[in-house]
Structure formats: C-alpha cells, structure tokens
C-alpha cells in the first residue's frame, strides 16, 4: 500500500496527495467505472470504499485523510468529491489516477451538492451562507456567492444555471446566478425548511418552515421562470417521485404522498415517529421509507402499505440504483451495506464493512435531485 502525504495547510495553492489504494491494483481497475459502484463513508474512518452493484462486493477504496462528512460522485469525469466539516476545503479524490486533490477556501464547509453534469461542486457554511462553486475539472473556485444565513437545504437548476436556497433569514426561497454569484430573485412567500428538484421537467418544491399556527405548505416552482403555487403539505423533507412527492413525517408517524398531476389525490400512510427519509424503486411502483428498527414498504400503485423489513439498526442517508432496482442502506452498529431488492421487497445481501457506515452515495442514483 502506499503512504499518502497528508495537506498541512489548506489556504496554500493546490496540494495533490497519494490515494490510498484499499487493495494492491491500481484505482483505474475497479474505481473509474463510477456509474456501477456505491461509495461508502464511516463515522469512525477516512477510508471510503467502493461496492460494485452488479455483484454486491468491495472492489476497493480510498483514503483521503480526514472523516468524510458528506460525499458526491461525478459520473462525467470519475471523482470522488467530498467534506469533513473541520477543514476550510474540498476534497477531490480522481478515480482513474488515484490521487486526491485539495481546493482549499476561506470558509469550512458543512454542506456539498453537485450540479447534474457532474463538473460543479457547491460547497457552503450553513451558518454564515457563504457558498462556493468549485470547477471539477480545473480544480477551482469559480464563483462565490454571499448567501442568507441559516441555510437549511440547497439545490441547483437541473442546467447548473441558478442556485436555489432555503434559509432561516429568508421568507421564501433565494435564487443565485451560478455564474455572477448575483442573488436574481426570491421565490414564494414563506420561509423554507426543505427544497427537491422533479424527476422530470423543471419545477421545484419547497417545504415551508413551522410558523406559529403549525400549518406547513409546499411551494411547487417553475426553476425558469419563478412562477410558483402553493399546496397544504407536511414532513421532515420531500423525496420526488415521478408521479408523487414523498413526505416522512416522523411528527404524526406517517407517509404523505402528493400527486404531481390532477388526477390523483393527496394519501396518507401509517409509518412511525422514526422516519426520516422516502425512496422510490421500480420507477415509482414501490416505495421504501426507512425507520430506526424496519423500512416501511408501500404500493405506489394501489397506494396502500406492503410489508415491513426488519432492520438490525438505524440506517443512515442510502442510495437507489438508477435502474431502480436496489435499495443501498448502511447500518452503522451492524457494520454493514444492506441491499434491498425493489422487486422482491426483500433483503438480498449484507455487505459486511469493517468500519461503521454513515452513508452511501452513487453517481445517477434514482431519485436524487440536488
């Protein structure tokens, strides 16, 4: 294996450091075809490995020297981009080469999302709302933007044109020009807890803070043109569907699941007070709502609960394959990957790590937005 040389200080000019390879072959064997591989993060490693979809096993993994907070993958140009909460930088791991590389900035960011083209991190301190958009590609901040304080949730136009946030200090949701860092306008009237991009065409959806009369809306937006409705609606976060929007909602134990059309009504489904998140498998047929001890499974078509998976933990934040197939869950106290088939609403595997999962990630998972 090979020594990486860690970065001393991260406000100096680009730093490369080794990957460490967690097998003897080179990363380009089994790292750089990202579109089959979920990557993997511990709360206790710096180490993130890589499972290959087609046959549920470890194929490898690097160490990029610090925790990972948050991690993203870039299927256009194979890196691993990632956050430790701790370091005023961005971590930017190459997978065909195997070397790590380190875009330091002047703040320590806390939150990470990619633009859809895989070629633009967004990194930000919730706190302050300083925001960054780094180039993949040439390893660089390109644009920073002063932002609201408090952000909860941030997101980018499908075409990477405008950023959208939600934010304590904001009634409503602010929308940047990614290329000036200009805020252009701000969106809706109430302030914004949660925001989701479709799955297809370009409306996004913000979930409305509590006020003082406990009444929660959606706000469903044209990201072109700003216009924007709104519609009662509850939850911790939304998780978009095609044909519904998905809202846990650990509050009253239940599944809230919105139409996106006019041709259904809105549905509510039992869950429990530890629901936390929503996923969509079979292209919307089926959904997965995980929970501390089961993943609650629900027919999307006849709209109606299926069965419960038993779970040996808290799952932490997982991924759907983009066929839509499988279900990646990592349970931290158990020390494993879970894979659950969409088809057979079922456990099919038990990848076991010897670290404790966080999360996993996939570059074009189904469902993600931002």
Known sequence: MINAVKPSLFRLSLLLVLVILMRPASASDGLANVQRLVFVAGRDTTSVVAVRTDTDTLVGGID????????????????????????????????????VSVVPLRFVPVRLVLTTDGRTAIAAKDETGEIALLDLAALREKVRIDGPTGIRDLMARRDGRSIFVAAKSVEGVAVYNASTGKRTSIIGRRQASALARSLVGHDGFALSAEDARDARFITRFDMETGAFSEMPGRGAAIYPAIRWLLLPDPASRTVDLLPLDGGRKPTR???????????SGLFDT???????????????????????????????PGVVT????????????????????AASRAVAGRIKLDFSPSLAVMAGGYGVCH
Do not use: M
């Open 322 to 341: 983009p066929e839509s197939t499988k279900l990646y869950l990592p349970v931290a106290n158990a020390r494993e990957l879970l894979v659950i088939d």
């Open 286 to 316: 089926v959904a997965f709502v995980p929970g501390a001890k089961s993943v609650f499974v629900y027919d999307l078509d006849r709209l109606k609960p299926l069965n419960e998976i038993p779970l040996p933990g808290a799952p932490g």
């Open 269 to 279: 489904l039992g869950a429990d007070a530890s629901v936390y998140a929503a996923y």
């Open 64 to 99: 990029l020297g610090v925790v990972p907070r948050g991690i993203q993958v870039s299927e256009a140009l194979a890196k691993l981009v990632a956050i430790d909460g701790k370091s005023p930088g961005v971590f930017v791991a190459d997978l065909a080469s195997g070397f």
